[in-house]
């Protein structure tokens, strides 16, 4: 599973999906194998969870895990034999041109 960036719609969601099942932080935490601490992180925007924890939360609280599809990667030749990836953004040339006009 392709690691997922959370929005602060996602935070919510997360949020109002643990209030409605009655949920502590604590007691989620314990449900899904980390601390309330790291729940709490996660839960202000501090920290991100990673790929296996997001996993764990959508199960706990019966959400739907949605990816976007990835953006487009190019890759750039070689440099010194190491492979480089380049995110494109696809709207960064339109941002680009209305700079310059």
């Known amino acids: 599973m392709p690691h997922v960036k959370w ?3 996602s ?3 997360l949020q109002r999906a643990r209030k409605q099942r009655k949920l502590t932080l604590d007691e989620l935490a314990h ?4 601390t309330q601490a790291m729940l709490s992180m996660i839960e202000t925007g501090r ?3 990673g790929d296996k924890l997001t996993e764990r ?3 706990a609280l019966s959400l739907r895990l949605i990816i976007p599809p990835a953006r487009l990667v190019r890759v750039r030749r070689p440099v010194s034999g190491i492979r480089a990836a380049q995110e494109v ?4 040339r339109k941002r680009r041109q209305a700079r310059t006009l």
């Open 7 to 9: 929005s602060r719609k």
């Open 11 to 13: 935070i919510e969601t």
């Open 31 to 34: 449900s899904v194998g980390c």
């Open 47 to 49: 920290r991100v969870p």
């Open 57 to 59: 939360l959508c199960e």
């Open 89 to 92: 953004d696809p709207l960064s």
